[in-house]
């Protein structure tokens, strides 16, 4: 090993098979690595006396290898600024054969939020100051339950803004709430009832971890939780419910609901998962309280980060009852040691300089504006279901109009991805009408009211 290789700049393995000469092998290796996509387009090559010296070739060897493949197409040779990977050329693509999925142009389908809004500058800020501050075990592994400057701060947060009652021992910091479902899932090993419609990800997760998943009807009044514990229900160990904004119907849990939920718990040893997906954002009133601050030792509630600030983190957080935090934090150990820790002491200085609630609140008045300019473009002839809240609607469709394939269909001829409720159904019928589920958040400012206007025309099948 020579100096250089330790000072080159970047570090490039490549394996020489010298049978065909020293220039062959080393453009064959770099070809290969070109194509395989082990070098990417714009990774800047070592210099060629740097890369001779660790190859142990004639500098001579390296110049001819990189003429022939800059010759070829693969590379990239500008004067002073040294030799960079281009790509593979067209004619190794098979680019011309293959057709890929087009793109949509616009994207009403549900999931993301705005992303643009994403609070650059006090994300910087706030990492700059807990940073400052932190000690260096900080860069050291750490408790799997998550940082504690992260507990604490989440622990006063959850108590004051959504009527959790957390104590920051009982709180378990996870990479976004599909780690939390899966943790839970992993340690209560056994039937799990989760609401219909819901997502179907979800149920795949849950899927994935060995339980079965049951049906737990949804209506009017969010998730049928008075059949819990009867029925084909009976054997659920678990219901996952999401009682502030019922997903994706918009309803909340009618209070007779939330304390048929608790009742069952308390008489069945079952567990409540709390999704608390969107509980910051509604927009006529204040939002509803957690269910799990009424029976903490019943519940297990969930929160992310996700919305309020981007799904990117993966920055979720669980409030467990006392007798599942430690098999909880077990198998988060066991999972991946801990959530990643510079974006939990951000976080947490963002929580207790309350930049995140200030932020909070102007996302909270952007998404309110995109919902009552959706009301308006959609006029008399369709109506959003459910509470003014979160970042997506139920749009039932009418059984006179076009039914959910046909709109859907319909705009992604015009290039607008729709997303419908049959879905999000454990087995979805044969109803052609059903409705569509419209997110709201996600499209650029300048694209939402083409968007809305596409939307519209798809509705009229015009
Ligand atoms: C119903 C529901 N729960 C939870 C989440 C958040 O998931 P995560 O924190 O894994 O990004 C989402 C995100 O779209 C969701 O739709």
Request: glycine share 10%; hydrophobic share 40%; charged share 20%.
């Amino acid at each position: 090993m020579t100096d250089g290789w330790a000072n080159s700049g970047v570090d490039l393995h490549l394996d020489l098979d010298l049978a065909g000469g020293r220039r062959t092998a080393l453009e064959q290796a770099l070809r290969t690595a070109i194509r395989s996509g082990r070098l990417a387009a714009h990774t800047r090559l070592p210099s060629t006396r740097t890369l001779a010296a660790e190859l142990n070739l004639a500098r001579n060897t390296v110049a001819a290898a990189y003429e022939q493949l800059t010759a070829e197409g693969y590379l990239h040779a500008r004067t002073g600024s040294g030799t960079t990977v281009a790509g593979v050329p067209e004619a190794h693509t098979g680019a011309a054969a293959r057709t890929t999925a087009p793109t949509p142009r616009f994207d009403l389908r549900p999931g993301s939020p705005d992303v643009a809004t994403f609070p650059v500058d006090a994300w910087v800020r706030a990492t700059r100051r807990a940073l400052a501050r932190a000690p260096v075990s900080t860069y050291d592994y750490g408790d799997p339950r998550g940082r504690a400057e992260l507990r604490t701060a989440l622990a006063g947060y959850l108590g004051r803004a959504r009527g959790v009652r957390a104590d920051p021992e009982h709180i378990i910091v996870c990479s976004g709430y599909v780690q939390a479902l899966s943790l839970l899932a992993g340690v209560l090993r056994g039937p799990i009832a989760m609401e219909d419609p819901g997502l179907a990800f979800h149920r795949d997760v849950v899927r994935h971890t060995g339980c079965e998943v049951l049906a737990l009807p949804v209506d009017e009044q969010g998730a049928c939780t008075g059949q819990l514990g009867g029925g084909a229900l009976a054997p659920a160990r678990a219901a996952v419910l999401t009682p502030a904004h019922q997903y994706p119907t918009g309803v909340t849990l009618h209070p007779e609901r939330r304390r048929a939920a608790v009742a069952w718990a308390r008489a069945h040893r079952g567990l409540v998962i709390e999704d608390d997906y969107d509980g910051e954002f509604r927009y006529d009133r204040q939002p509803v309280g957690a269910l799990q601050g009424i029976a903490p030792e019943h519940v297990a509630y969930v929160g992310t980060a996700a919305k309020t600030l981007g799904p990117a983190l993966r920055l979720a957080w669980m409030v467990l009852p006392e007798r599942l935090v430690e098999p909880v934090a077990h198998a988060k150990r066991l999972t991946d040691l801990h959530t990643e820790t510079i974006g939990q002491l951000t976080l947490a200085e963002l929580i207790t300089s309350h930049a995140y609630d200030r932020h909070i609140r102007a996302c909270r008045l952007h998404y309110r504006r995109r919902r009552d300019l959706l009301i308006e473009r959609l006029g008399r002839s369709h109506q959003l279901h459910g509470i003014a809240a979160g970042m997506h609607a139920l749009l039932p469709l009418p059984a006179t109009g076009p039914g959910e394939d046909d709109v859907i269909a319909r705009a992604a001829l015009r290039g607008l991805a729709l997303s419908g409720l049959r879905a999000h159904m454990h087995a979805p019928g044969q109803d052609p009408a059903m409705g569509l589920i419209v997110g709201y958040a996600a499209p650029g400012q300048g694209a939402y009211p083409a968007a809305l206007d596409l939307l519209a025309r798809a509705l009229r099948g015009t």
